[in-house]
Each structure stands twice: as C-alpha cells, then as structure tokens.
Nanobody, 128 residues
C-alpha cells in the first residue's frame, strides 16, 4: 500500500517561489509513476507534473507550468518535490501528490484517473 503525505504549502506573493514536499512510502521504485495535481475551488483536479520513479523517461509538465515548475525525486529520503517559481494568482489551489502503476499511467501521465494513491493535499495561495 503506497502512502503519500504532502507538506510545504503556504501563502506567497505573485512572482514568488515555493517548494512542496511529498513523503512517499510502501512502494516499489520500478513499478510506479508519481505526479502532482492541483484543484482550485469550483474546478476539476488537473495534472501539473509527472515522472516515473525509475527516472527512465523525462518528466511531463502541463503547459501552464512549463519552465516555472520542476518535479524531482529524492530516492535516498523517499521525497517527491515540486519546485514552483514565478508563481501567479492562477496557481492558487490545493496541491496533491499521487502515485500510480507506471503501466497504467503510460501515455496519459497527467490523467488523474490513472493514479490510485493520493495524499491529503496542501494549500498554495498566491496573492497579487
């Protein structure tokens, strides 16, 4: 059973930076992909960034965050990161980390239906 727990959210002004952490446990590296999703009030949960835990493929990013966000994995400490820069008010949302079997995720890495393990979420608020 994969377990995930996010931390690092908070409030920041437009143009600022934040880093989100997700502690990951109960997994096998070779079997999973991990991702960050976000959900703003009144909107559907959308994929932000995804990567395979074996790092054999390049990460995938939503167009809205390319060149601003970076997903990475610390395999020693089992922590998934999302570094966010040049934050905008439209980045305000609850952010979730997720894990899914890589064979299920393949081809649609930002599709929330492909992920079966989720964290509780951490709030990010960007003020203009």
């Amino acid at each position: 059973q994969v377990q995930l727990q996010e931390s690092g959210g908070g409030s920041v002004q437009s143009g600022g930076s934040l880093r989100l952490d997700c502690s990951v446990s109960g997994y096998t590296y070779s079997s999973y992909s991990v991702a960050w999703f976000r959900q703003a009030p009144g909107k559907e949960r959308e994929g932000v960034a995804s990567m395979r835990m074996d790092s054999l493929l390049s990460p995938t990013y939503a167009d809205s965050v390319k060149d601003r966000f970076t997903i990475s994995l610390d395999k020693t400490n089992n922590i998934l990161y999302l570094e966010m820069h040049s934050l905008k008010s439209e980045d305000t949302a609850m952010y979730y980390c997720a894990a899914g079997w890589k064979w299920l995720v393949a081809g649609r890495p930002l599709d929330r239906e492909k992920y079966n393990y989720w964290g509780q979420g951490t709030q990010v608020t960007v003020s203009s």
